[in-house]
């Protein structure tokens, strides 16, 4: 019986006396003059290309490897996201793969849920299980009952989860993004018509409005703006891009940026509205790409001749900047010279933060912010705000559902998704532990665990605890003991990030299509299996129809089948034709890029309902209409949730006060999840390298 | 200094081990023979930070102590202000609530041409190489951190307890660099071992070593993902770090000290119309 608690790991870590060598009284801390692995020379060192995933922005990787061991990390000088920068999360990433709590192999709960121990098996027995277990629950016809909690949803393991669930038959793949940048990408989805996160030409861009945007933090591509920002101030002998910071705090993108602008909590929205009354009132923006490109500037008429409210109107008529100054604390001359500045300065970029969006207005203030990059008329031109192109990946291929899937699939998501519940969202984790604690809409009975730790990461950690003990079978697939792990059956440790083949479609940073490769820079250190490789073999032991869909070997094989669509691009960055040949310079270089970003392509950038940007959401009118068909019910929706707004400006960039918790009498202040570099969102906060670094340098 | 009290013979053996294959374990081995006949070179080795550039991340902070084999401080340690960092991130904040001005300035050894830390050591322990490296040699040091007080840029620091690693972490170190032992001191070397090697290539490419071959060597400079630090040879006119010490924004830290520092830093400029 192997007995785990994360304190006590933890504590020997910290106390350094707690590690002391045996047998080596004055020179402590010997290197390991170790064995050297077959395969290996004395003194023979390689360097393997590989792709960063401490956070989601994919930066290319060399890892210095010395007689089987891994020890140093260093950027990929060729990778067009990080040019060889790498940022202290990534430096780290050495004593991720070393980490002394990883786990040793797949455990089984031994006592009572959450104590702590635990007994090893082996994969077979623990994948058996597992799918004994999820084939009864399809068999009683409630595959529905089967929730996945995936911490990095984008990627090709969310593709592999997704497939899972499909042949499994559950609609619940829950992910982590209503909780760090959903609101920016539902303004992508329902203004663009491109549910992704935006990426800018910083290289040519000339000015720089940040909302709360952290970009020399927790941002999505924190190094690739690192390398921009360095360009944008010392790259062009004599021109400098301007940098505005936005924010309610004084944080380290506010410190670097030429101006900090003090604002009060969730009035982003409010501000950028009010930018826009100037630049409109003033004609200060680009009538010419309004005209052609947006839809619902003006106010238009419907089909039924009823006269729509444009958004020319409502900042005209809502936002005029004395009357933004009182709800933001931003002084209305600042607020003036600002969209002066904006103006004068094109191309100009607004940037919003997940954290901007993350309020109760948060799709609103997401959408207004995003509105002034429209009325700058910089929209998928140089030096302004880009639509990620895709990589020219083939498919796998779709997969059929039985009747028993089609049945699950059909049922209603347990966070609420597609429901009036989360009316326009993504996804609604938060909502999650209720539901589960509540049993309702249906019970959740099974419950994977992938690359998340909701206890910890999640607000109310304790109902995540109290909800999971809850659900009848909880898997984990985390390779440390981590709070949620705690609470599982089973534990199917993953590899860590040096250790696995991945195909690595990251953060949208440079817009044209980039896939970097992950590749073992190690042997995997313990008996842990790739959790790409757990969904296939789960699949496989749940037989027919699930096994059908998952037809490789092993997820390697899943990913090499998607590179044939590479093979056949004609502007990549690898010329190989031939297959082999092709991976072999994938595997040197680590990654492949198709050059350059195709400009002005309007039907790609916005496929909209109209093929226009729009300022007024066509698509969230008709979401709205399906789930609300009569007024009276819309109405009751908004009242029930506190939502003031209403009418056309419900579709259109709006702003109305956050709600928060508490009296705000009794709590006066508002608290902001500050983001450091050295954290982000806490996947990493195990590492000693990061918890040891002072949060913004060491303060004298 | 109770762990120092080794007999040197057996200290040698031990860094040899360290340093395996490749030979050299103390600057002094690594600028004189060990460095192919570069006696009476003329280099002085010097870096650039641009404060411009920078923008606080820490990369460069992480990156030195996994480079050289800088020991986790652990809890006891760090909360006692004693963990080890050659390459350290200093936060200067000046002003009031809303006129702020913070600054992050990555802080190495500024391998000073007239070092203070060199006077005051009573047993040559510290010492300047012909090429500029203000070096350490970790089997001469007796803890006094006589020299840890004399610099003014508090960029050296003592081993007050025993370096350790956790066992699996053992496997990142690095065998280029000596690890040393509690009871002496030590700092930032400019990655010296990664000069040797860089030397070691050209010769073996049987050509000189260029600009290029070192402009982003040390760790700290490799990993900037901004770009902002640059290494070279001072006395070469038409290195990146000679042309950058000309720029009007060059600055040196205490200069009034006259210890005349090779790291020279770029003033933070701010956007004006």
Redesign the interface.
Known sequence: MVEITRRQTLTALGAAGACAIAGCSKYPGAVPVAAVPEGWNRGEERWIATTCGQCQAGCGLRVRVYEGRAIKIEGNREHPVNRGGIGPKGQAGLQVLYHPDRLRGPLKREGPRGAGRWKPVSWEEAIGDIARQLAELRSRGEPQALAVVNGEPRGFMTQLWDRFLQVYGSPNHWTHHSAVDAGKILAMTYMHGVPELPAYDWQATRYVLGFGASLFESWCQTIHLMRASSFMRRGMPGRRVKFVQVSPRFAVTAAKADEWVSIEPATYGALALGLAHVLVKRKLYDEAFVREHTFGFEGWKDASGRDRRGFRDLVLEDYPPEKVAHLTGVPAETIERLAEEMATHRPAIAVADGGAAAATNGLGTAMAIHALNALLGNLERPGGMLVQRPAPLASWKPVELDAIARAGRAAPRVDGVGTTACALGRGFVQHAPEAILKGAPYPVKALILYRSNPVFSKPDGRAWAEALRRVPLVVSCSPLPDESTLWADYVLPDHTVLERWELVEPVPSVGYPLVGLRQPAVVPLHDTLATGDVVIRLAKALGRPAGDAFPWPDYRAALIERLQGLLKAENGSIAESDADAFVKELQRAGAWWASGYPFEKWERAFPTPSGKFEFYSQAIASRLEALFPDKGALERHLKACGVATRGDDLCLPHWEPGRFAGEPDQYPFVLIAYRAINYAEGGVRHVPALRELPVAGRWS | MN?DS?EPS??RK?LA??A???AAASLGAADAGATGGERGSKRKWGMVI?L??C?????C???C???NNV????????ELDR?IYWM??????EGH??E??????PMPCNHCENPPCIKVCPVGATHISEEGIVAQIFTRCIGCRYCTTACPYTRRYFNW???????????????DVS?R??GVVEKCTFCHQRIRAAKEKARAEDRPLTDADVC?LP?CA???????IAFGDLNDPESEVSRLARSPRALRLQEELGTHPKVIYLRE???RE
């Open positions: 762990a080794a057996g200290r031990f081990t360290v395996g294959a490749a641009d411009d550039k923008t606080g991340c820490q990369g902070v992480v990156a102590r996994a480079e020991p986790m401080g652990g809890q006891t340690e760090s963990a350290d991130m200093m936060t200067i904040a609530y809303p702020l001005r913070v600054q992050f300035v307890a025993t370096p350790a690693w956790p066992e699996e972490l053992k496997k990142t170190i690095n065998p690890v032992s509690k982003r760790a490799a990993s900037c993902p901004a770009d902002a400029a701010k956007w």
